[in-house]
């Protein structure tokens, strides 16, 4: 891959003054920073690639629309301090993760490594991932259930891929933490349950059947229906 290439993928958009403020940090660091204001009319082309979006605080009303032109792109939303209110607001306003712009930018760095490392790690060969009507392409980054468009954020994207990628086979909590959330390696389980749910809701926004199942005591599996329990011996 070319340099220039590579800069494009690493094109970060940086919507609002204090993520702006952050941008010759990041050029520092390889990214190519694309300041904007926070309303969509200064953001740049829509064929234009970008890696990520950090955005600043108060712009939560920019992610759904953020969201449905990038797909499972990581987005950062600042909130002002790391505690419960600040992490509620990210959760529930659909952000993948928080910075927080009155820290040294090296602490937003090491969240867009992380995010951005997962999504080169799991770069698959397949044209294309499909079971029943649930289809994934991983080219354009976009899901689909029948004939209606799934938004997912960057983690539930991933969690996704990984059990398509696998469909039919269970897979163990240990496992989906060690390859989607290896920052978290020992922690409990509960994030993996949370992102399910997530998933399981917007899967089936339309009233579609259920295709991720639980094994009680054994993981997650994605199939058409639950396997027999002669195979999960």
């Not at 220039?4 to 702006?20: K, R, T, W, Y």
């Not at 740049?44 to 108060?58: C, F, K, N, R, S």
């Not at 032109?69 to 992490?87: E, H, K, Q």
């Not at 163990?172 to 509960?190: D, K």
């Amino acid at each position: 891959m070319s340099a220039a290439a590579d800069q494009q993928e690493m094109a970060v958009l940086l919507l609002g003054p204090e993520a702006c403020g952050v941008a010759e940090r990041l050029a520092l660091s390889g990214y190519t920073p694309l300041c904007a204001e926070g309303d969509s009319a200064s953001w740049p082309a829509a064929e234009t690639p970008i890696a990520a979006v950090v955005l600043a605080p108060g712009l939560q009303a920019q992610l759904a629309p953020l969201r449905r032109r990038l797909g499972a792109v990581p987005l950062l939303l600042g909130i002002p301090s790391d505690d419960v209110a600040g992490r509620s607001l990210v959760l529930a306003s659909g952000a993948d993760d928080f910075w927080l712009p009155g820290e040294p930018p090296s602490d937003l760095l090491t969240r867009l490594r992380l995010h951005l490392g997962v999504q080169q790690r799991s770069q698959p060969a397949e044209p294309c991932l499909q079971l029943a009507d649930l289809r994934l392409e991983p080219v354009r980054r976009q899901v689909q259930r029948g004939n209606r468009s799934v938004a997912l954020t960057a983690r539930e994207y991933q969690l996704l891929l990984l059990l398509l990628r696998e469909a039919g086979t269970v897979l163990s909590r240990e496992r989906i933490l060690a390859e989607i959330w290896p920052e978290q390696r020992g922690a409990s389980s509960n994030v993996i349950e949370v992102y399910v749910r997530y998933l399981r809701q917007k899967l089936e926004e339309g009233g579609e059947r259920r295709l991720i199942h639980t094994v009680r005591g054994r993981g997650y599996c994605l199939s058409e229906r639950l396997p027999p329990l002669e195979d999960l011996r």
